[in-house]
């Protein structure tokens, strides 16, 4: 039973990260986003009432889950709610992406290569759980323009992109058309699975 080459794609807010990750998609890879993982974990009964408990019911949707923008407010003005919420998430975020990359390698028709989108992999020490990694950079005003998040603050608390590409095994700057950055991700998977 042959595991997935188990690629990362890691990069500043607004690079486009989630761009590349769909490119590889398209050529053939497994993909998830750690966002697509918290998205299921916040809905998990144990993990949506600790996290309701420590944040407040302010949080918390008319459905009775929770509101991720509110969540998002919440921790954004508070490093220190922040800082219990990635203590608390990206354990259980990097379990989920190693369990979904074990069960891809039980398909009969396994995938050659595997992707997931991890905005703080370098800053939380998961490169150690991919085989290669991928930075997707941007100049800071392109970034922004993309981006719908203020950047600032957050930003801040990132390793510098020129860092990032030293450690990485791609780079790309992303500052092209879709179909560059659709080509840029071919030749990466050609390099991975030789045809």
């Known amino acids: 039973m042959a595991r997935p080459i188990a690629v990362a794609i890691t990069g500043g807010i607004g690079a486009g990260k989630s761009e590349a990750l769909r490119a590889f998609a398209r050529h053939g890879a497994a993909t998830v986003s750690s ?17 309701i408990e420590r944040m407040g019911n302010g949080i918390v949707a008319p459905d009775g889950e929770i509101d991720r923008g509110a969540l998002a407010t919440v921790v954004f ?25 074990e069960q891809l ?13 991890v905005p703080l992999l370098y800053e939380t020490g998961g490169e150690a ?13 392109l970034r922004r323009a993309r981006s719908e998040v203020a950047t ?23 500052v092209g ?19």
Request: glycine residues 2%.
């Open 105 to 117: 390698a039980t398909l009969p028709d396994a995938p050659a290569v595997c992707v997931t989108e």
């Open 35 to 51: 966002d697509e993982i918290v998205h299921h974990l916040l809905r998990r009964p144990d993990v949506r009432d600790a996290v």
């Open 152 to 174: 600032d603050d957050r930003e801040s608390r990132l390793i510098a992109d020129r860092e990032k590409v030293e450690r990485a095994d791609y780079s790309y700057k992303n």
């Open 77 to 101: 003005n508070d490093r220190q709610a922040l800082a219990w919420l990635e203590e608390t998430l990206h354990p259980l975020v990097g379990a989920e992406y190693l369990q979904w990359r």
């Open 129 to 141: 759980r991919f085989d290669k990694v991928v930075v997707i950079t941007a100049p800071t005003k």
């Open 177 to 195: 058309t879709v179909e560059e950055l659709d080509a840029f991700v071919g030749s990466v998977m050609h390099d991975l699975v030789p045809a």
